[in-house]
C-alpha cells in the first residue's frame, strides 16, 4: 500500500516536471516572440510610469521619486499577475488551439499536479520577467531607493502568488466552458482584480463599495507589502498585516480554485467540449 | 534495452484478473446541438438531443484486436472518446481492464494511449519534446526517455535527422508516425486507434499499417481500430463491427459478417447493413465523428 503510494507520488512529480518541461521548450522555441512581447510590456509600462513626470511638468507637486515607483510597482505587478493568468488560462486555450488538449487531459496526471505544474511555471517565469521589466523601467527614470528591501517584497509576491495561482485556476476553467470568449474573461477577471486593489492609487480613494472588495482581493496585500518594503524599506517582519491575509486568502483560493476546474473538468466532459476544436 | 524495463508495465492487479480488455454495456450519449432546421427557417435556433451512441454493447477480449467501420457521425469517435475519459456518458457503462471509465478514470488512463485522426503536436515543438514531456506524464524519467525516443522513433522509420525540427515542417505521415510513437512510448495494454491512416498517402498507411501489426505481435496489446478503410479492417482485426448513427449493428469475424449479409466484400456486407454507400457521408450532426 505504502509502496503504491509513493510510486504514484512520484509519478505525479515526475508529471509536474513534465509540465514545468513543456513549458520551457515553448518559451525557447518562442524566444523571439518573448523579446517582442517584452519589448511591449516595457513600452506599456513607461506610458503609464511616465505619468508622475507629467504631472510634475504640468505644475503639479508630487514627490517624483516616490510617486514614480508607486506607479512602477503597480505596473510591473500588472503585468506579472497578467504572466500568471495568462499561462494559467493557456492550460486549456493553447492546448485546445494546438489539439493537445485530449492527449493531456486523459494522461494519468492528477488534475491538481497539473494545475500546479502551470502555476508553478508561472511564477517562475513571471518573477523573471518582473524582475528585468523592474530593473529596466527603474534604469530609465534614475530612481534612488536606498532603503528597498528586495527580499522582503520578493517574499510578499512569492506568498501572494499562491493567492493568484488559486484565482488564476479558477479562470483557466472559462475556455473550457466558452472555447471563444473563455480566455477574454479571464482579462477582465484580471483587471477586475486590480482595479480594486489600488493598482496605482491608494484604496482609500476607491467608493466604499470597492474598498469592501479590496479587503478580500491578494492584490492589495500584495501591493501594499511590496510598497513598503521597496519604498519604506520595511523588513519581512513588519510585514505580517500583509502576509498573513496573503496566507488565508491563499489558503482558500487554491481549493476553491481546484474545486471550480474540476468542477468545469466535469461540464465539459459531460457537454463533448473537452476536444480540439471546441 | 527492451521496451518494458523502460517504464514500469501495468501490474496484474491493476489488469482486473479475468475481465475482457473492453467491456461495454448500454453505452449512449446524446449532444445538445442547435437546430439547424430553425434557422433555416429563420426562426430562433433551439437546442435538440442528437444521439451520438445508443445502446452499444461489446466486449474486446485481451489481446483480441477489433475494427469499427462507420461514416462520419457515426459515434466512432465519441465510443473512443468515451473510453479515453474524455466523455461522460449518459446511460450504460464502460470497463477497461475491469476498471469503470467513470468511477475510476485516473486506472484507466494509466491502461490506455491513443492515436487519432490529427496528429495533434504542440507544432513548434520537435518530436522528440512533445514525446519527452508527454512522456512524463505516464511517469517516465528523463533517464527512461533518453534512449527509448531514439529506440521508438527508429521502430516507426522516423528520419533520425529530423527529430529535432518542429513538428510543423513535418509531412502528415512524419507527424502520424510520431503520434503512434507517443502512444507506444507508454506501453499502454489498451490501443485506441481513431482513423489512423485517414489522410495518409499509400505508402505511409502501409508503414504504419505495417507497425500496427508489430506491435500486436511483438506485445499483448488490445487493440480498437475505428476507422474508414474497410480492407484495413479486415487485414488487421479479428472481428469487425458496423457502427451506424450511434447503433452497433453487428460485431463479428469479417468472413461471418459477409456471410451474415450474403455479400463479397465487406463494401457490399456494410451497403446491406446501413442502406449506405461507405463513401456516402453521415446524415447525423453529432459532429464527434
Known amino acids: 500500500m505504502m509502496r503504491g503510494a509513493t510510486g504514484s507520488l512520484r509519478a505525479e512529480l515526475i508529471g509536474l516536471g513534465g509540465i514545468m518541461e513543456r513549458n520551457a521548450y515553448l518559451v525557447k522555441r518562442y524566444a523571439l516572440w518573448e523579446v517582442a512581447f517584452f519589448i511591449w510590456t516595457v513600452a506599456n509600462t513607461l506610458t503609464i510610469v511616465f505619468i508622475a513626470e507629467g504631472v510634475v511638468a504640468a505644475g503639479g507637486r508630487i514627490d517624483l521619486n516616490r510617486q514614480t515607483t508607486v506607479l512602477l510597482i503597480g505596473a510591473v505587478i500588472w503585468a506579472y499577475l497578467g504572466i500568471i493568468f495568462e499561462i494559467l488560462t493557456e492550460t486549456v486555450a493553447w492546448e485546445r488551439w494546438e489539439g493537445t488538449i485530449e492527449y493531456t487531459f486523459m494522461a494519468p496526471l492528477s488534475r491538481t499536479v497539473h494545475l500546479t505544474g502551470m502555476g508553478l511555471f508561472a511564477v517562475l517565469y513571471g518573477v523573471v520577467r518582473a524582475g528585468l521589466l523592474f530593473a529596466v523601467i527603474a534604469f530609465f527614470f534614475d530612481l534612488a531607493l536606498p532603503d528597498a528591501d528586495f527580499v522582503a517584497a520578493l517574499v510578499v509576491l512569492g506568498v501572494a502568488s499562491v493567492s493568484f495561482i488559486g484565482i488564476g485556476m479558477m479562470t483557466a476553467v472559462l475556455p473550457l466552458i466558452s472555447p471563444e470568449k473563455g480566455t477574454q474573461l479571464g482579462f477582465i477577471a484580471q483587471g477586475m482584480l486590480l482595479v480594486v486593489s489600488g493598482i496605482y492609487y491608494s484604496v482609500e480613494v476607491l467608493p466604499q463599495p470597492m474598498q469592501w472588495l479590496s479587503v478580500i482581493s491578494p492584490a492589495t496585500y500584495a501591493l501594499e507589502g511590496i510598497r513598503d518594503a521597496i519604498l519604506e524599506g520595511a523588513a519581512l517582519g513588519t510585514l505580517w498585516d500583509e502576509i498573513v491575509p496573503l496566507i488565508i486568502i491563499g489558503a482558500v483560493s487554491i481549493p476553491a480554485g481546484l474545486a471550480v476546474f474540476r468542477r468545469g473538468e466535469q461540464y465539459a466532459k459531460k457537454h463533448g467540449k473537452l476536444k480540439r476544436s471546441g | ?289
Open chain 2, 1 to 289: 534495452m527492451s521496451r518494458t524495463a523502460a517504464i514500469t508495465p501495468p501490474s496484474a492487479g491493476s489488469l482486473g484478473p479475468g475481465a475482457p480488455a473492453v467491456e461495454v454495456a448500454g453505452l449512449s450519449k446524446q449532444f445538445l446541438r442547435r437546430d439547424k432546421r430553425d434557422r433555416r427557417a429563420g426562426r430562433r435556433t433551439r437546442k435538440r438531443r442528437v444521439p451520438a451512441l445508443t445502446n452499444v454493447t461489446f466486449n474486446i477480449e485481451r489481446g483480441e484486436c477489433v475494427a469499427i467501420l462507420g461514416q462520419n457521425g457515426s459515434g466512432k469517435s465519441t465510443l473512443v472518446r468515451l473510453l479515453s475519459t474524455l466523455l461522460l456518458p449518459d446511460g450504460g457503462s464502460a470497463h477497461v481492464f475491469g476498471h469503470d471509465v467513470i468511477k475510476e478514470p485516473r486506472a484507466v488512463q494509466r491502461l490506455i494511449n491513443r492515436v487519432s485522426v490529427e496528429a495533434s503536436f504542440f507544432k513548434k515543438m520537435s518530436a522528440t519534446e512533445n514525446l519527452s514531456y508527454a512522456a512524463r506524464f505516464y511517469g517516465m524519467t528523463a533517464g527512461d526517455t533518453r534512449d527509448e525516443i531514439p529506440r521508438i522513433l527508429n521502430k516507426v522509420a522516423f528520419a533520425t535527422d529530423r527529430r529535432t525540427e518542429p513538428m510543423e515542417n513535418l509531412s502528415r505521415g512524419m507527424q502520424q508516425k510520431v503520434a503512434l510513437a507517443r502512444a507506444l512510448l507508454t506501453s499502454p495494454v489498451l490501443l485506441l486507434l481513431d482513423e489512423p491512416t485517414t489522410g495518409l498517402d499509400p505508402r505511409s498507411k502501409l508503414e504504419v499499417q505495417d507497425f500496427i501489426r508489430e506491435v500486436r505481435s511483438s506485445q499483448d496489446s488490445t487493440i480498437l481500430l475505428c476507422t474508414h478503410d474497410l480492407a484495413e479492417a479486415e487485414v488487421l482485426a479479428e472481428r469487425v463491427g458496423i457502427l451506424d448513427r450511434g447503433e452497433l449493428l453487428v460485431l463479428e469475424p469479417a468472413e461471418d459478417l459477409k456471410r451474415r449479409y450474403g455479400a463479397a466484400t465487406l463494401e457490399d456486407a456494410f451497403f446491406v447493413a446501413t442502406g449506405k454507400t461507405f463513401e456516402q457521408e453521415g446524415a447525423e450532426e453529432g459532429g464527434e465523428d
